[in-house]
């Protein structure tokens, strides 16, 4: 009996011993969709034998729901500046030793100050890109509909008489109550971070004089709808509308998709990879995120997805329309109207939550 006991502790220690090795060959990625080249992944797994699970998700608060109920599960997650911002408040994210990062050093310095604003000394958190909030458009459609009016501007989507007249051949938004709001305060001349509920409610009936000229409201969709021309204009993510143009050009169908930051300025955002304090595979998130920010990677993310890489080693490696391209490396003069969105307060969020269910559900 007792060599029977003997037996079965050391399978036992050998099963928990295989299960632990199991583990460490495995890692599992939750990021936004169509956010990375399709080959990485494999490219991953065949330099380090470690196996991925990648899930994605297309907004911010779809990640903040899943993180904040603990044991995700997940070992590596990209959350914007702002939720990260306030993630990290919570407990959520573990600290980053840079130094287990052997191109860390890789990183744009100037673009790693900004990012502190949300993560003071970049604690938490590895950028992974970054761009703008603007408008893609059907460059055909517009014209046909409001002649040689200029298109830099907000008003296509927030003056009711211009919307209307585009109704009829979509105008999309992001499902992002955080950023289309900040954007539509910064229109009407408030601050864009500003908590105040008779700020929000200027906001809030900007959006709503528009309600019935907007199709839906959706944070990922748009892409195909511009690229197919079944929607004329889409306030969106600038590498996702990008992305359209690309892919309507691929197409053929006659079909010209333009992206623009409007004049009145927008919201610039930094996408940025963390580890998640109960994560199951730390080292392996580190080995993937230090993958990432190899110069050619990098540059391979970059060159799909139409979003700049803060990754200044990765500059030789980037496609000329790209690195070229004002939509994705804007001007220093555009630049200068661009503004970062700050983390929100709990009790805010829920006022503004409120507000964006009012104006999706024309209330």
């Given at each position: 009996m007792?060599?029977?006991?003997a037996l079965?502790a050391?399978?036992?220690a050998?099963?928990a011993?295989?299960?632990?090795?199991?583990?460490?060959k495995e890692?599992?990625?939750?990021?936004?969709?169509d956010?990375?080249?399709?080959?990485?992944?494999a490219e991953?797994?065949q330099?380090?034998?470690?196996k991925?699970?990648?899930?994605?998700y297309?907004?911010?608060?779809?990640l903040?729901?899943k993180?904040?109920?603990?044991s995700?599960g997940?070992d590596?997650?990209?959350p914007?500046?702002?939720?990260l911002e306030r993630q990290i408040q919570a407990?959520?994210y573990?600290?980053?030793?840079?130094?287990?990062?052997?191109n860390y050093?890789?990183?744009?310095?100037?673009?790693l100050?900004k990012v502190a604003?949300?993560?003071?000394?970049?604690a938490h958190?590895?950028?992974w890109a970054?761009?703008?909030?603007?408008?893609g458009?059907?460059?055909?459609m517009?014209?046909?509909r409001?002649?040689?009016?200029?298109v830099?501007t907000?008003d296509?989507?927030?003056d009711?008489?211009?919307?209307?007249?585009?109704?009829?051949?979509g105008i999309g938004?992001?499902d992002?109550p955080?950023e289309v709001?900040s954007?539509?305060l910064?229109y009407v001349?408030?601050?864009?971070?500003?908590?105040?509920k008779?700020d929000l409610?200027k906001?809030?009936?900007?959006?709503?004089?528009?309600?019935d000229n907007?199709r839906y409201f959706h944070?990922?969709?748009y892409?195909?709808d511009?690229a197919?021309?079944e929607?004329?204009v889409?306030?969106?993510?600038?590498?996702?509308i990008?992305?359209?143009q690309s892919?309507?050009e691929?197409?053929g169908?006659?079909?010209e998709?333009a992206y623009?930051?409007?004049?009145?300025?927008?919201l610039?955002?930094?996408d940025?990879?963390?580890?998640?304090?109960?994560?199951?595979?730390?080292?392996a998130?580190?080995?993937?995120?230090?993958?990432?920010?190899e110069?050619?990677t990098a540059?391979g993310?970059?060159n799909?997805v139409?979003?700049a890489?803060?990754n200044?080693?990765a500059?030789?490696f980037?496609n000329?329309?790209?690195?070229?391209?004002?939509?994705?490396?804007?001007?220093?003069a555009?630049?200068?109207?661009?503004?970062t969105q700050?983390a929100h307060?709990?009790?805010f969020d829920r006022?503004l939550?409120?507000?964006?269910s009012n104006?999706?559900?024309?209330?």
């Amino acid at each position: 009996m007792l060599k029977l006991s003997a037996l079965m502790a050391s399978v036992c220690a050998l099963t928990a011993a295989s299960s632990a090795l199991a583990a460490d060959k495995e890692l599992n990625i939750y990021n936004w969709s169509d956010y990375i080249y399709p080959e990485a992944v494999a490219e991953f797994e065949q330099k380090t034998g470690i196996k991925v699970n990648y899930d994605v998700y297309d907004s911010n608060e779809v990640l903040e729901a899943k993180l904040m109920t603990g044991s995700s599960g997940y070992d590596l997650v990209v959350p914007t500046g702002a939720f990260l911002e306030r993630q990290i408040q919570a407990g959520i994210y573990a600290t980053i030793d840079s130094s287990k990062l052997s191109n860390y050093g890789n990183l744009d310095k100037t673009l790693l100050e900004k990012v502190a604003r949300h993560d003071a000394g970049n604690a938490h958190s590895v950028p992974w890109a970054w761009g703008t909030i603007g408008l893609g458009y059907n460059v055909e459609m517009i014209k046909a509909r409001l002649g040689e009016m200029p298109v830099d501007t907000l008003d296509l989507i927030f003056d009711p008489k211009i919307s209307a007249k585009l109704k009829d051949c979509g105008i999309g938004l992001l499902d992002s109550p955080a950023e289309v709001m900040s954007i539509a305060l910064n229109y009407v001349g408030l601050d864009p971070n500003s908590e105040s509920k008779s700020d929000l409610g200027k906001a809030e009936a900007l959006m709503k004089a528009n309600r019935d000229n907007y199709r839906y409201f959706h944070s990922s969709q748009y892409i195909s709808d511009l690229a197919n021309g079944e929607i004329c204009v889409a306030l969106g993510y600038n590498g996702d509308i990008l992305q359209s143009q690309s892919r309507a050009e691929e197409a053929g169908q006659g079909v010209e998709v333009a992206y623009v930051i409007p004049k009145e300025g927008t919201l610039v955002w930094f996408d940025l990879m963390a580890i998640p304090a109960d994560a199951p595979n730390k080292d392996a998130a580190y080995q993937f995120i230090n993958f990432v920010l190899e110069p050619k990677t990098a540059a391979g993310i970059s060159n799909y997805v139409y979003y700049a890489v803060p990754n200044t080693a990765a500059e030789p490696f980037l496609n000329e329309d790209v690195i070229s391209n004002p939509g994705i490396y804007p001007s220093t003069a555009v630049k200068a109207k661009l503004f970062t969105q700050q983390a929100h307060t709990a009790k805010f969020d829920r006022v503004l939550n409120r507000a964006w269910s009012n104006v999706k559900t024309g209330r």
